[in-house]
């Protein structure tokens, strides 16, 4: 008794079966546009999102600025740390300071801040990125503050801390420009 065979299978061509694909495609919900008016070309690039949507556009120099200010940072929380008298003495041009703590404390802060610098430098993330810059801005701007108010009640202008005052300025208009860049929108092309 020979086995029956059974009837060959019938292949559909859903490549060529335009109809098909639409639909099947319409259930799957991809190829139509998203919220963010992103065209998703499968489902898994959809669950999984856009990597390239992410990926940061660096404005030019933003790299370069991340690494001075880490290294300025760095530079003076040593100096304050390790030499209060002489970086108290550079700003404001008096030798004597009656404490060295608060100095201390200033240079323990900045080296606080520097390491979020350093560890900023390293990374692709946009919102650290920015974050970083607002901090940074957010320092050099109460920077500026303190440093007025003190030259203004000690009613004596050095010329360290007119070069300081002058600085944190520049700075803080420097890392301003770097944080609205940074969030800035990339233009679809």
């Not at 009837?7 to 098909?20: A, F």
């Not at 898994?44 to 933003?62: D, M």
């Amino acid at each position: 008794m020979a086995a029956k065979q059974p009837p060959p299978l019938m292949k559909k061509h859903s490549q060529t079966d335009l109809v098909s694909r639409l639909k099947t495609r319409k259930i799957l919900g991809v190829g139509g546009e998203d919220d963010d008016g992103e065209v998703h070309r499968s489902k898994i690039s959809q669950v999984l999102g856009n990597e390239i949507k992410f990926a940061v556009r660096e404005p030019l120099g933003l790299r370069v600025w991340q690494l001075v200010s880490a290294v300025m940072f760095s530079g003076v929380a040593i100096m304050a740390l390790a030499f209060p008298d002489q970086l108290y003495d550079t700003i404001f041009n008096e030798e004597s300071v009656s404490s060295k703590t608060p100095i201390r404390l200033y240079g323990g802060a900045l080296l606080s801040i520097s390491l979020i610098m350093w560890n900023a430098l390293y990374t692709a993330e946009k919102v650290i990125i920015r974050w970083t810059l607002l901090t940074e801005a957010c320092y050099f701007a109460v920077q500026f503050l303190v440093t007025t108010v003190s030259l203004v009640e000690s009613s004596r202008m050095a010329t360290g801390a007119v070069l300081l005052l002058v600085s944190r300025v520049f700075f803080v208009l420097i890392s301003i420009y770097y944080y609205y860049q940074v969030g800035r929108r990339p233009k679809k092309v």
